[in-house]
Each structure stands twice: as structure tokens, then as C-alpha cells.
């Protein structure tokens, strides 16, 4: 075989060899680094459900309620659910005349 052949060919195995070591170190480095974060749903924290509203001071609905509290009080009031025994009853009198 020619010089430059045999140069070529040891070239293209050196190259294919440092890919393929480039290839398995990069994978086994992000397979080890999988980070786990902390839990951050509110719902499974307790300290949430300790500390007082922020706006309590600002909101009288607010005062008394916990920082959860006052995040389902505001989903509730978002998608227009009742607040009060009081709004119960009238929504209950209001279903019946329709009736």
C-alpha cells in the first residue's frame, strides 16, 4: 500500500476512536450528574401551611388564612366557586325558582 493510504486509514481509525471515546464519556457524564431537586409542590410542604398569607394585611378576606389558604381561595375565586354558606344558600334559593 501506498504511504498516504496507510496514512489515511490510521488517520480515519484515530479519529472514529476519539469520537467514540468523546461520545461514551459525554454520556456517562450526564448519566451520572441527574440532579434531583428539592420537591417544590405546595402541597407537600408543611411550612406553607404555617406561615400567613401575604396579603392578609391588604385583603380582609385574606386575614387569618395561610400563604396555601389563600392559594386555593384564589383558585376557587378564579373559577367562580362559592365562598360562603351564605352564598351557598342564595345559590341553592336561585337553582330552585329556576325550577
Do not use: C
Not at 486509514?9 to 461514551?24: E, F, R
Not at 456517562?28 to 394585611?57: C, G, P, Q, Y
Not at 385583603?59 to 395561610?66: D, F, I, Y
Amino acid at each position: 500500500m501506498k504511504k498516504s493510504t496507510v496514512g489515511f486509514v490510521l488517520g480515519s481509525l484515530v479519529s472514529a476512536g476519539g469520537v467514540a471515546l468523546a461520545a461514551s464519556a459525554y454520556r456517562n457524564k450526564h448519566r451520572n450528574s441527574d440532579e434531583v431537586l428539592e420537591d417544590t409542590d405546595m402541597r407537600n410542604s408543611a411550612k406553607i401551611d404555617e406561615v400567613e398569607s401575604v396579603d392578609a394585611d391588604k385583603v380582609p378576606e385574606e386575614k387569618g388564612l395561610t400563604q396555601y389558604d389563600s392559594a386555593l381561595r384564589a383558585e376557587w375565586v378564579a373559577n367562580g366557586y362559592t365562598q360562603t354558606h351564605l352564598d351557598l344558600d342564595e345559590h341553592e334559593e336561585v337553582k330552585r325558582q329556576k325550577m
